[in-house]
T-cell receptor, first 111, second 112 residues
Framework: DAMVIQNPRYQVTQFGKPVTLSCSQTLNHNVMYWYQQKSSQAPKLLFHYYDKDFNNEADTPDNFQSRRPNTSFCFLDIRSPGLGDAAMYLC??????????FGPGTRLTVT | AQSVTQLGSHVSVSEGALVLLRCNYSSSVPPYLFWYVQYPNQGLQLLLKYTTGATLVKGINGFEAEFKKSETSFHLTKPSAHMSDAAEYFCADSGSARQLTFGSGTQLTVLP
């Protein structure tokens, strides 16, 4: 089945230790998104790619970076995680203007 | 700028009762409206969407929603709640943009 895959599902990192979350898709969608979702809140868009065109939300901290080496893969790098970065991170994909398909998420714990 | 308001952060219904989750949108362009469901520790799953055409939209798991332009609403309903419907529900609007504007979510509890 075509899908959005996120690895790992659960990630524990130490305060200040860089961490990378990965997302892959078999839908061949040209748009990929990264969201941060904290408990009992709606997902908050961090950035998105339209093909290789990177779009950063104005309030996304500099601590968060992203890479999209090809159509299928996208990575979220957190350079120096703080306790406030503990959250669920959701990857989504879409065709332009169409509904978004979400992966299962990676729950990040910062100790 | 568009915005989405979900009335009621928590809704409880008895099993077998009607489910009604409310969503109002505010958009300067024709809305593209979605309802997503999220189970604990999972991603969001699309229930249904409205783009153009028929105002009554049927989705998965017996859910449906009616687009009412005059009321700027897109409420989600299900005639008979099941225990498995307990989850968080998000209404969203993408308008003409590539991005989703989410409501704040409604936690649905189904009582036995």
């Amino acid at each position: 089945d075509a899908m959005v895959i996120q690895n790992p599902r659960y990630q524990v990192t130490q305060f200040g230790k860089p961490v990378t979350l990965s997302c892959s898709q078999t839908l061949n969608h040209n748009v990929m998104y990264w969201y941060q979702q904290k408990s009992s809140q709606a997902p908050k868009l961090l950035f998105h790619y339209y093909d290789k065109d990177f779009n950063n939300e104005a309030d996304t901290p500099d601590n968060f970076q992203s890479r999209r080496p090809n159509t299928s893969f996208c990575f979220l790098d957190i350079r120096s995680p703080g306790l406030g970065d503990a959250a669920m991170y959701l990857c989504a994909t879409s065709r332009v203007g169409d509904e978004q398909y979400f992966g299962p998420g990676t729950r990040l714990t910062v100790t | 700028a568009q915005s989405v308001t979900q009335l009621g952060s928590h809704v409880s219904v008895s099993e077998g009762a009607l489910v009604l989750l409310r969503c109002n949108y505010s958009s300067s362009v024709p809305p593209y409206l979605f309802w997503y469901v999220q189970y604990p520790n999972q991603g969001l799953q699309l229930l249904l969407k409205y783009t153009t055409g028929a105002t009554l939209v049927k989705g998965i798991n017996g859910f449906e929603a009616e687009f009412k332009k005059s009321e700027t609403s897109f409420h989600l309903t299900k005639p008979s709640a099941h225990m498995s419907d307990a989850a968080e529900y998000f209404c969203a609007d993408s308008g003409s943009a590539r991005q989703l504007t989410f409501g704040s979510g409604t936690q649905l509890t189904v009582l036995p």
